[in-house]
């Protein structure tokens, strides 16, 4: 748990929600955008987003598409 909702040791490491995909997703459904889909890593640049515990990435990376108007 403390992986996921962060270990309180700083006002910065707290997190409120936990989230998987078909949650995240439907909000970014119902928000109207497209192309809605998991990553594995972004690969922008250095950050935990690639971090993997027992082989299992630890963070839900995705990514998605504000539609054309």
Do not use: T, W
Request: glycine residues 10%.
């Amino acid at each position: 748990m403390q992986m996921i909702f962060g270990g309180h040791q700083d006002k910065y490491d707290y997190h409120c929600v936990g989230l998987d995909v078909e949650f995240l997703g439907g909000f970014l459904h119902m928000a109207e955008f497209v192309n809605v889909r998991r990553v594995e890593i972004f690969g922008i640049f250095n950050d935990s987003s690639a971090l993997r515990f027992k082989g299992k990435l630890i963070s839900l990376n995705m990514i998605a598409q504000k539609p054309d108007v």
